[in-house]
Each structure stands twice: as C-alpha cells, then as structure tokens.
C-alpha cells in the first residue's frame, strides 16, 4: 500500500487542508464564482440595452424611412430631386432624393441568382432561424474580448442591423466613404437587439430586400442594383449566376475583393461562391442548373477579361467597372465634379437630413469652363489612344502579333488624364475632369486622388524658395555644369551642359542641374516644411507622403502629389504667397430657402512663402512660354497674362523592358492666368511608356484652354500678378540681356511688370548704365573716318547690341551668386528614377 505524507494523511482531521477549506468558504467561492458573474453579466446587458435604447430613435427613422421606398409610398418632397448649379446660377446636376428600388419583397423571384449566391455563401439559415446563430455569437463576443478579429459568422439580419446603426451613429467613415462601426462588445449585443426588433417588425423577403439594397459593395456601390449596373452595365435583374457570385464574393472585403481593385482575387471570390452555390442548389428560390466553370467562362467573355504574363508577375485588363452609370444623378452636365457633390454631402450631412430637407447646391464650378476642359482632355487622350489602336492594326502579319498587338491595347486602356483648376484667390474650383472620359470608374477622380512624380512641374516651388532666401534673383548669373554628388548626377534632357545663363533663361529652359544645387543651398528640409504649408498637411500626412526619400532628388520631383495638390502649390504663388484651401460648395439651401450651409472664407490667411518671392516665380514661369522657353505660346495676348511649367517624367528602364517600347510615364501642366491655376497630367496609369512630353500633351491642352477663355475677353491682366507690398521693386527689363528697359537699348523681347527685391533697384541701374556706357563706346569705334567706307562691317544684320556684347560684359553683379558644386549630396535618387525635361 502506498506510503502518503504525514501532511496530506492529517490534513482532514487537522482542519488545515483544501477541503475543509471549500466547506468553510463555500458560500463566499459561490458568490464569487457565480452572483458576481451573473449580476455583471447582468449590468453588461443592461447597459448594452440602455445603448440600444439611446440609438433607437435614429434607427427607427432609418428603417421607416427603407420601409416607406420598398412600399413606393414616397411624399412629394421624397420625389423633388437636389439641385446641383454653378457660379453662374445654371443647373449642372440633379442628385436623386430617394426613389423605388428595384429590389423589392414582391418581386424577390427576378433577383433568385443573388439570393441563392447569398444564402449559399453568407447565411444557409436564414428562412429557418430567428435572427441570430447563438453559436457564432459566442464565438464573435469571445473573439472581441480577446482583441482578435472577428470571424465570420453573422446572419443577414446581424448584417443589416449593423448597417443601421452604424448610419444611425453617424460612425466613421472607411477609405470607402461607407460609415463603419466601431468594433466592440457592447455594439455587438445592441446589435443583437436591433436585429431581434427588425425580426419581429418585418417578414423575411423586406429583410432581405433591405439588405440587398443597402450593403456596401465596393467600388462605391451601395446595393445590388447600383454594384450591378456600375461593375457590369445591367440590372441586378439581368446579372448571370457568375456576375451575382462575383458580387457577393465582394461582401467580406469590398477594398480587396472589387474586381477594379483586383481581378484575380474576385475571379477566386466568385469561384468559391459557385461551389458553394452547386453544393448547396436547395437554396436556389426557383430550379436552376449551375455549371461552375461555364459560369466562370462566361463571365471571362461577356467582359474582355484578359490577362497577360510579363516580367515580375502578371497584368489584367477587363470592361468591369468601366460601364457608363451614376447611381443618383440624374441631370448631370459634370459628372466627375457631381460625384465629389455627393460625396461631400453625405459626408456632410445626416441621410436623413438630406432626404428631409436639402434642396439646392450651389457650387464653385463654371460650366462653360468645364466643358472646354473636359472636350480638350478627352480630344488629346484620345489621339494618343488611337494612335496605340493604330499601331496595333499595322503589326498584322509581323511575328510576335497577337502579344505585341495585346501590348498596344494595354497601353491603350491605360492612357487616361485630368485637369484641374482653382481660383487662388478664394480657393474656389472652377474645372474638374476626372478622367479621359466619364464611366463608373470615374469615382476614381483622377485630378484628386492619383499621385504620380511630377517632374519638372515641381521646380517652381524650388524656385521660389531660392528666391525668398535672396540666393538668386530671376538676373542672376547661374551655370549649368555637372553635378555628381553621393552616386546621385542628375542629367538634363538635353545633351551636355550649356555653362553660364541668366536664372529666367535656366527655369524657361528647365535645366535639371540647376534646382539641384539650388535646393542644396535651400535645403531639404525647407522645402518639406514649405510643401506641408502649402498643402495643409499634418506631420504625420507630410512624414507618409515623403517616406524616407526627401533628398535632393525632390528638386526634380521625385515625390508624389496628386493634382489637385500641385495646383494648390502653384496657387500658393499665385495668391501672393498665401495657403489656397480648395471649395467646392458654397452654399446648401433646404425646402423652407434657410440656410443649411454657407462658405465663410477664413478671417486670416495663411502665409507660407515671401509675397514677392511668389511674383518673382510667377515671372520665371512666363518665360517657360516665351521664345526659349520649353511650351512657346504664339498668341501675343496669352503670352502677356500668363506663365506656365512643363513637366515630364521618362519611363524607367524595367518598364520600357516590359511594355518593348521606349517614351515618358508621366506628362504635367501647370499654368496660371489672372485669377485661375490650372494642372493638367496626361500619362498612363500602369506605368508604360506613351509618347509626348509636358509642353506637347498637357501643354497644348492648357494652351488651347486658355485662348479659349482669352477669347472671351474676360482675363483682366493687371490680376496676374497678386497685390504686391509696397516694398516690391516693379520694373521693365529686356529678356534678351536682362538690363533694364531703355530707349537707348535695341529689344526684341521687352518685359513688363517685373517684380524685384527693393535692394535689388541700384544694382541693376549700375549694370545697365555699365552696358549703356560700354555700348556708346562701341558705336563711337564704328564711326568711319574720312575716306573710309560708310559699309558697316557687322553686316546686314547690324552691331550685336543686345547678345554679343552682353557676353562682354561682367554680369556676376546682379545681385545673385554663382552656384560651385561644392561639398556632397546626403542621399540620391533611386536608380530607376530618370528625371529627363522633354
């Protein structure tokens, strides 16, 4: 027998042991194990029911107001749609209040593919089960308690509930734009109790129909029927069982598994859906045969899925999401801009609120501005289009067609652009085209939301920065030489180095080597800090966007923005050195004429670059359009209101390896006329190379923009330059040899309203009375003697007044320096990175 210690064979009778431990405290482990439990328990679902109870009132409003759409019971106000009007009072867009939905409970029979790919994939249960699947809702409470992610699990009740409050919170909103809730226990049981209240109000098909059309499905599609029409051009009615299995595969994860985001994962979205549809056809509202891999095929053919192996992986190209569709629009004369309406509003705004009580917008745009943007975007996308299309009917009979010919229409598909202008005065957005042409892809806007490097566009801020520390003025003497610097030598778009010039002629030219030094002499860091301001960034937004890379690479720019925000750098300069904040709307009326919305500009500005630092650049930025420049206008009128920057970004090696052809990825304007900034990116959203370059593509768009607008006489000059202090030295000058305008002096290329540092005035007086003297006494040497010929030895074409003999003359006192490559750049640009002016 075995031998116990004396402590455990004692520990009863002594009184000391577990035991007898559990009968003294009893009653105190039961209370502690099972009361206290029990009563928080009790308190957790009290104050879950008391959250629930407290949103409910908000949700009513929301479910009443879905029943009444199914019901067709709409009030006339449901019927009066929001009107959308421009600057000028015309009416650009009608934004749908509400209206019938197609999905109803009485014709749930036409929609019987989405329902059998819903309850297949999502909840198997739903006709049989109360609202809940108690076991999924353990296992989601235990998940959230432990800080994991939640499984799967809800039903399609659970789901709808969800959506509810969320809107009936007022929850924040996703990259999608769609409210979502927060995650936690106390939202997952008051969304236990909604689910409950909406099981015992309505019947399972109204259930069904409001969750069909109320689910987020990306691609900023709400419902079944928006999703349908926007992703493949039809009806929810009219999708195949392989289009309904795409679209419920996107549920779980709208941003991943929208075919515009990835075709490959939503192809395997929908296969998963198919399979589960075919084991499970008892779910199916009325008989029908499902063929898996016909579904998929069909699916592949009806919408020109392609895919192409190349080097690194793998690219697709399909119709979906490209169809011409917008979801509550109706009249709608700027639909990229609508779009942005839309979104505003409801961003803005409660849903309910706007159903209840907006009635008119009243917005920034000028329509008649926007229709020659949008007619110019979508004239020069398309001849580079069809000059792709074309290209690909004449390699027929060649070797390797059908793969080159496949390129081309890739390349093809790719080319898109956008356009974008602001009123730097007020920040007021005049034009807005998001895109080559509008589609239901167009909420991707392309003048607000692609980021791209925007070449040499960006030397303009560099510019003024080196202008606002007095390291140049626009007459300083600057040399274009190499520059090699920590493995970083940046090469100009040109061959060589040209030495010596005036800074005008450097910008106009668009030298590469030059902002790199100057930035050098800037510094980094200034620049960054002048971007943040410019754009309103927080420190964090600023730190994201630069990623490690701010070197003096920047200067040619290697860092991203979008549109929208390059115009508003360019504005900046334009208002006089001032932050521009863009606005779209500037007025929301309700059904009583109160007002629910009125812009009020900010009391004080917001300053961020030197007011005549700002000038300066903006003269730089009209020689970039005069003789030398690298956009020449010659249109007289245009040349004397306005100034510009081209820009073009080459494409990188690895991508001319893989599309076979050589040309630039990304082309840039930006041109400022009195009172308006515009920037206008030409490129190809995949990266290959198209032909072109800033002043060839974007460039002849703004230009034939603005004699447009030139044309109509309504560009007050004297506004092209903003209020000046009264410090600035305004002055004329000769761009020929930069001295100051003089009867005595031969010009060619006069300059007008120049803006100048005050120091600056004696200097440039002192060289050109220099110049003056110098040129006096070459014609005193050409006086002929007695008996000699009166022949003038220079020729037909008369002494060099202006060129030959500003070579002469000592120009290093213009009150700028010349910049030596002295000392070694912290970090250079990536290898890939080519940064060549056309």
């Known amino acids: 027998m075995q031998e116990y210690p004396d402590q455990f064979q004692n520990s009863n009778s002594s009184g000391k042991g577990f035991i007898p431990f559990i009968r003294r405290r009893w009653k105190l482990l039961f209370f502690l194990g099972g009361v206290v439990p029990a009563f928080l328990f009790l308190v957790f679902i009290i104050t879950a029911y008391i959250q629930w109870r407290g949103v409910k009132p908000s949700a009513d409003e929301i479910i009443d107001s879905m029943d009444r759409e199914l019901s067709g019971n709409l009030s006339e106000r449901d019927k009066t749609p929001i009107s959308i009007y421009d600057r000028n009072g015309i009416l650009i867009g009608e934004l749908r209040r509400t209206s019938l939905p197609e999905i109803r409970p009485e014709n749930m029979q036409n929609y019987s593919g989405i329902v059998w790919a819903l309850l297949a994939s999502e909840d198997r249960e739903f006709y049989s089960h109360g609202g809940v699947r ?399 301001a410019m754009l309103g960034m927080t420190d964090e937004e600023i730190d994201k966007r630069i990623d490690g890379r701010a070197n003096l690479s920047m200067a040619l720019g290697s860092i991203e923005v979008s549109p929208i925000e390059l115009a508003r750098i360019y504005a900046s300069l334009a208002s006089g050195g001032y932050r521009v904040d863009p606005v779209m709307v500037t007025r929301v009326k309700s059904f009583d004429n109160q007002d629910l919305f009125v812009y009020e500009p900010p009391e004080e500005k917001t300053p961020v670059i030197d007011p005549i630092a700002a000038a300066m650049t903006l003269n730089l930025m009209q020689g970039v359009i005069s003789e030398g420049g690298t956009m020449v206008v010659k249109n007289k009128k245009l040349q004397e209101l306005a100034g510009g920057k081209t820009g073009t970004v080459q494409s990188p090696a690895s991508a001319k390896k893989r599309w076979h052809r050589t040309g630039v990825r990304d082309t840039w304007f930006a041109g400022v006329l009195p009172n308006e900034v515009t920037v206008i990116w030409i490129g190809n959203e995949q990266g290959a190379p198209i032909p072109g370059s800033g002043g060839g593509n974007t460039g002849s768009v703004w230009q034939e923009y603005s004699e447009n607008l030139v044309a109509s006489g309504r560009l007050d000059k004297s506004k092209f330059l903003p209020p000046l202090p009264d410090s600035a030295y305004k002055t004329a000058i000769c761009a020929d040899s930069g001295m100051l305008l003089n009867p005595e002096l031969e010009c060619e290329h006069p300059l007008y309203n120049q803006v100048f540092y005050p120091e600056l005035q004696p200097r440039f007086e002192q060289r050109t009375e220099e110049y003056l003297a110098m040129m006096r006494k070459a014609a005193e040497e050409l006086v002929p003697r007695e008996g000699e010929s009166e022949i003038n030895p220079f020729g037909e074409s008369g002494p060099p007044v202006i060129g030959a003999a500003a070579k002469k003359l000592d120009m290093s006192n213009a009150g700028g320096v010349e910049l030596e490559d002295s000392g070694s750049i912290a970090a250079s640009a990536p290898q890939e990175w080519q940064f060549e002016e056309e």
């Open 134 to 532: 108690l076991k999924a809702i353990i296992r989601a409470l235990y998940q959230t308690v432990l800080g994991r992610s939640v499984q799967g699990g809800s039903t399609i009740t659970q789901q709808l509930a969800k959506l509810i409050l969320s809107d009936a919170e007022g929850g924040n909103r996703g990259d999608s734009g769609v409210k979502i809730r927060s995650r936690n226990v106390f939202n997952k049981v008051s969304e236990l109790f909604c689910t409950w209240y909406l099981e015992r109000k309505f019947d399972k098909n109204t259930i069904l129909a409001m969750y069909l059309n109320r689910v987020f499905l990306g691609f900023n599609s709400v419902g079944f029927d928006d999703a349908a029409r926007k992703y493949f051009g039809v009806s929810a009615s009219q999708l195949s069982l392989g289009e309904a299995a795409l679209l419920v595969g996107i549920i779980p994860a709208p941003s991943s598994y929208n075919p515009t985001v990835s075709v490959k994962r939503a192809q395997n979205r929908q296969k998963l859906v198919l399979q589960l549809m075919e084991a499970n056809p008892d779910l199916s509202p009325t008989p029908q045969k499902l063929n898996v891999n016909l579904e998929i095929k069909r699916l592949i053919a009806r919408h020109d899925i392609q895919m192409k192996e190349v080097e690194g992986g793998k690219i697709y190209r399909s119709r979906i999401g490209k169809y011409p569709y917008a979801r509550n629009i109706e009249k709608n004369l700027a639909p990229d801009f609508n779009n942005e309406i839309e979104n505003w509003l409801r961003n803005q705004f409660p849903s309910e609120e706007i159903k209840s009580s907006v009635l008119r917008i009243d917005t920034s745009l000028d329509l008649r501005k926007q229709k020659i943007a949008a007619n110019l975007i979508e004239k020069r996308v398309k001849a580079i289009r069809d000059n792709f299309e074309k290209e690909a009917k004449e390699l027929k009979g060649k070797n390797n067609t059908q793969e080159e010919k496949d390129l081309l229409k890739l390349i093809a598909a790719g080319t898109n652009g956008s356009m974008i202008s602001i009123n730097p005065e007020n920040g007021y957005i005049e034009t807005m085209v998001g895109s080559y042409l509008y589609s239901s892809a167009s909420p991707l806007n392309r003048a607000l939301h692609i980021y791209r490097q925007p070449g040499s566009t960006i030397k303009s801020l560099v510019y003024s920065l080196a202008l606002e520390e007095k390291i140049i003025n626009p007459l300083s003497v600057v040399e274009d030489k190499a520059v090699s610097a920590g493995g970083y030598s940046p090469r100009n778009w040109y061959s060589g180095y040209r030495g010596k010039m005036l800074t005008r002629n450097a910008f106009a030219l668009s030298v590469n080597t030059i902002p790199v030094m100057l930035l050098k002499e800037v510094g980094v860091g200034k620049m960054v800090n002048t971007m943040q």
